[in-house]
């Protein structure tokens, strides 16, 4: 059972620059999700997906797109990428059924450095 | 709005010592709550959750009580190993049930 799948694990952009992240995951979950994790500071909402074709913003989207055409794959776009890009991105997965959320499942991220 | 303070790190314990980490939350309605644990290099992985009040939930010798009347979600290990050594985070979910709110995470180093 592979879980959530993250590519690349590694990638070094130049400014202006752009990129899509992979996530695919096979576990049949309904809600999908990407996180930045900064130094010190946690883990920030990028965007977020309850189901094929529905995305929604999170704390911190802009510079970023999303895509759910299908319940396994929620690609991450960077256009025109600047150095405050430079991250390490997560994407995870989780069931909710309602408002019960049952937590996540993390891919092993992706370590982002714009140049 | 929904969120989590966790105690700042880091924290450098000997082996064998008590851990505690506190993590206290502010929230609307009755969220779940979440520990993650996050080693070099590596995504996050569940530790342990619970969902209503006065749960408690355990994994690999780690407890956390869900108290709802000090909103407190605090990590306990009565005696921590050097491979214990990771960022700890508290989380909770929010209010529809969408997402987590994670806090800003523990260092917790152990040395032998």
């Known amino acids: 059972n592979a879980g959530v799948t993250q590519t690349p694990k590694f990638r070094i952009l130049k400014i202006g620059q752009s990129m899509t992240l992979q996530c695919t995951q096979d576990?049949?979950?309904?809600?999908m999700y990407w996180y930045r994790q900064d130094p010190g500071m946690g883990l920030k909402l990028i965007y977020y997906?309850?189901?094929?074709?529905?995305?929604d913003k999170g704390e911190v989207p802009n510079g970023y797109n999303v895509s759910r055409s299908t319940t396994e794959d929620f690609p991450l776009r960077l256009e025109l990428a600047a150095p405050s890009q430079t991250s390490v991105y997560f994407c995870?997965?989780?069931?909710?059924?309602?408002?019960?959320?049952?937590?996540?499942?993390f891919g092993s991220g992706t370590r982002l450095t714009v140049v | 709005g929904d969120s989590v303070t966790q105690m700042e790190g880091p924290v450098t314990l000997s082996e064998e010592a008590f851990l505690t980490i506190n993590c206290t939350y502010t929230a609307t309605g009755y969220p779940s709550l979440f520990w993650y644990v996050q080693y070099p290099g590596e995504g996050l992985q569940l530790l342990l959750k619970a969902t209503k009040a006065d749960d408690k939930g355990s994994n690999k010798g780690f407890e956390a009580t869900y108290r709802k009347e000090t909103t407190s979600f605090h990590l306990e290990k009565g005696s921590v190993q050097v491979s214990d050594s990771a960022v700890y985070f508290c989380?909770?979910?929010?209010?529809?049930?969408?997402?987590?709110?994670f806090g800003k995470g523990t260092t917790l180093s152990v040395s032998s």
């Open positions: 576990m049949n979950h309904n809600y």
């Open positions: 995870a997965s989780s069931r909710a059924e309602g408002s019960f959320n049952y937590g996540y499942t």
């Open positions: 997906s309850v189901g094929a074709g529905i995305t």
């Open positions: 989380a909770l979910t929010n209010q529809a049930g969408t997402a987590l709110i």
